[in-house]
């Protein structure tokens, strides 16, 4: 079912597999960065995921409902989706090593059971009951016609009977369960979410466990019209003879476009989180401060609210905490009660400039100055300098 052609696919493994080793090889980053840069990472990708099959949610909100802190804005069954998503790849993490996993029928029903967060109107854990039509959301004209609902379960397990029997690259494996299930379309909804997150699944079960190569949807998502235009290998209706390869070496590429992305942003990234943190040490404030002056960095809205679960406090430490970058000068508050927030502080860019080694500046505004320390720090990455060491 769905054969491919592995020949025009093993430079592209073989590439991945050059990445891996590199990135396994790259040691222990430190905890706090760590902790933080999965949680990004995972905001990022769940919210490209859901946005793209019409839960409107941006990134930034997507942070707030992981935290239990849901925007008035958004809608309690769209945070709900969000969750859901967040609910099915914890799941995947905890089955992936599981020494009796399997590829089987009802891994996938599970899988979209907490994709659409139980929800039984939606379909949540249920093979669609009649059939399904894939439209172009812009002309309203039939793109794709998956098989008959009758259909479904055998194929679904003729699917999950090739992934067990495997594939020759874990990568391979995780861009075929994507275009099958793609393909047959087994449920009423959320299709596309449980293909992305099932080809998670096969990513960590060959190995692939950092996020680099497991937040895949966060590319697609930036790159929607090359996403969609993927899909065009399977004809207007569903044969399983389709010839998918094209469809794998987009797949692979994507990987690795996404994880040299990751790997320039980390190197970049660590580096602010790091100068930040010592910037919290000199004035005399917890690290965990740093969560709250790396939001206000890169201009996103920090409340208390917001804070406190972030660093695991409690509403009168989140206080001290933040009362405290405020005379330090590393953030700024704006507004009063319920509504205050907090903002890059005077000092908080040019402390960070300043233990980076990057040259002095006049004040700009808090976008110019960010962009000016993100700009300098890729150059130096993509130079191959080496990162200023920060005292600990």
């Known amino acids: 079912m769905l054969p491919y052609d592995v020949s025009q696919l093993l430079d592209l493994t073989a590439e991945l597999d050059a990445w891996k080793e590199r990135l396994d090889q790259r040691g222990v980053l430190p905890r706090a960065w760590f902790g933080r840069l999965r949680r990004d990472l995972e905001a990022e990708a769940i919210a490209a995921s859901t946005s793209m099959e019409g839960v409107p949610v941006t990134v930034e909100e997507v942070r707030r409902i992981l935290l239990g802190v849901r925007p008035s804005e958004v809608k309690e069954e769209d945070a709900a989706l969000v969750e859901g998503y967040r609910d099915a790849m914890s799941f995947v993490l905890r089955r992936a090593d599981a020494p009796a996993f399997r590829w089987n029928m009802e891994l996938l029903i599970a899988l979209h059971d907490r994709i659409l967060a139980g929800s039984w109107r939606a379909g949540a854990g249920r093979f669609r009951d009649g059939p399904a039509y894939v439209v172009n959301s812009s002309t309203g004209g039939l793109v794709f016609e998956p098989p008959d609902s009758d259909a479904v379960p055998d194929l679904v397990d003729r699917a999950c009977a090739l992934m067990e029997e495997g594939h020759p690259h874990p990568a391979i494996q995780a861009g075929w369960i994507h275009i099958a299930l793609a393909a047959i379309h087994p449920f009423r909804d959320g299709n596309g979410r449980a293909a992305r997150v099932a080809a998670s699944l096969a990513m960590n079960r060959g190995g692939f466990k950092l996020a680099e190569f497991t937040s895949l949807e966060e590319w697609w998502g930036r790159h929607i ?39 320039l942003r980390e190197h970049v990234q660590r580096q602010i989180w790091l100068a930040i943190e010592q910037a919290m040490i000199d004035a005399g404030l917890e690290a965990r401060v740093t969560n709250a002056a790396w939001d206000a960095f890169f201009g996103r809205d920090v409340t208390p609210r917001y804070y406190r679960p972030l660093a695991d406090i409690s509403a009168a430490t989140a206080t001290t905490d933040l009362a405290g970058a405020v005379a330090a000068g590393l953030l700024e508050p704006e507004g009063k009660g319920r509504s205050r927030r907090y903002l890059p502080g005077p000092r908080l860019y040019s402390l960070i400039a300043q233990t980076l080694g990057l040259p002095d500046r006049e004040q700009l505004d808090p976008d110019a100055e960010r962009a000016r320390i993100v700009g300098e720090l890729t150059k130096r990455a993509t130079a191959g300098q080496s990162p200023v060491a920060i005292r600990k």
């Not at 235009?229 to 399983?240: C, H, I």
């Not at 389709?242 to 990751?262: C, E, G, I, P, W």
């Open 225 to 263: 019209p090359d996403y969609y235009a993927s899909f065009t290998v399977l004809g207007e209706a569903f044969d399983p003879d389709t010839d998918v390869t094209s469809f794998l070496v987009a797949h692979v590429r994507a990987q690795l476009f996404q994880v040299r992305a990751l790997d």
